[in-house]
């Protein structure tokens, strides 16, 4: 029987999921690997889709987290994805706000429904982010963080280039303190050592033991009892499920409760310094945002900001894509956010 390895790609808003996965899916064309995505996002767009080759089998899940609202979604998602295309390796970018715990606790049911092998959590971490959060007041956010970095079987600190030396090691030993079983490697825009892709991708070639569905399992169920109160939500606000029993039977406590989404669809061309200068004046609440606008010029953009930092890409959209943007945070006025770009018109 052939079980087909999943491999999850966990890790907090803007930390290089999408970064991540695009590369491994480059890897997997070296390699001659078929792989199958899964997309989650939590806003009801998927524009990091448009950063995968269109010829790579995808399914998105969007207005949802699979680690909570649309958990029985994703066993459906992977079932049919084996049987339609038949892939030799899925990959599933979890949201930002996701638990792992609750994925790692899907994708083990979905097992029953069909031969698949958990081959390993990566969890990625904004290194300079993690760190600013670790010496602050350690909120939800960390918490979460603190998860999705205690259920990974590898760990990239990413975003290297953004902390100094000493910086870097003390966020080390912080994950390191966190998950001592899991091996670490920092990069900058994802970029890992070889090894590090052999044990993703050819971990029989590599001589390194799988992160098997029983490991998974065991894992998962230590966490869930060491950590209870984090262990059943994500951080997504715009469920309508609070303090109710799950199907599973899970309690739910929703302590990450507080991750606001926030989109806006354009209705005329932007201009590139006014859309600079209108980010560059976002709330502090509001740390992720990402979209497509055209430009004055006429081009398709894609935009990126993550922390403070803007990225703009010049995209040719595969299929209908509409200008939208999509903002995450916590605490930021929605209604003074809107006015601001209805303004910009
Ligand atoms: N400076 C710096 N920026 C990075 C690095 N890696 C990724 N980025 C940028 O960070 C932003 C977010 O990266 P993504 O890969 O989209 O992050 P993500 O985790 O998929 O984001 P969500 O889907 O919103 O959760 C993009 O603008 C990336 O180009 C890095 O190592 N250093």
Known sequence: MTMIPILILSGFLGSGKTTLLTRLLGECVNKSIKPAVIMNEVGDVNLDGQLVDEEVAMREMLSGCICCTIRGDLSMEIKGLI?????????????????????????TETALLTPIDIRAVVTIVDASHFLQLSRGTRG?????MEDQIRCASML???????VGEEELEEVT?????????????????????????????????????????SNAKARSAVDVRGDHHHAHNCGLDSRNDHGDHDPAGH???????????CTHYFSQPVDNHRWEQVMNELPDGIYRAKGVYTASTG?????????KQL?????????????VAVFIGEHFSKQSLLSKLEEMA
């Not at 912080?174 to 052999?198: G, K, R, T």
């Not at 081009?299 to 922390?307: G, N, P």
């Not at 990225?311 to 894509?321: A, D, K, N, V, Y």
Request: with cysteine; charged share 20%.
């Open 173 to 213: 030993q912080l994950v390191a303190a966190l998950n001592p079983v899991a091996s670490i490697q920092p990069a900058i825009h994802c970029e890992l050592d070889e090894c590090f892709w052999n044990l993703m991708l050819e971990p029989e070639a590599s001589g390194s033991g799988a992160f098997s569905r």
């Open 251 to 261: 309690d739910h406590h929703h302590s990450y409760d507080h991750v606001m989404v």
């Open 140 to 144: 939800r956010t960390y918490r979460l």
């Open 83 to 107: 049987e339609q295309e038949a892939p030799d390796l899925i990959l599933i970018e979890a949201t930002g706000v996701a638990n792992p715990i609750e994925i790692l606790d899907t994708v």
């Open 156 to 162: 990239v600190l990413n975003k290297r280039d953004l």
């Open 311 to 323: 990225e703009l890409i010049p995209i040719r959209p595969q299929g209908q894509l509409q200008d």
């Open 299 to 307: 081009e398709r953009m894609l935009f990126q900001y993550a922390y």
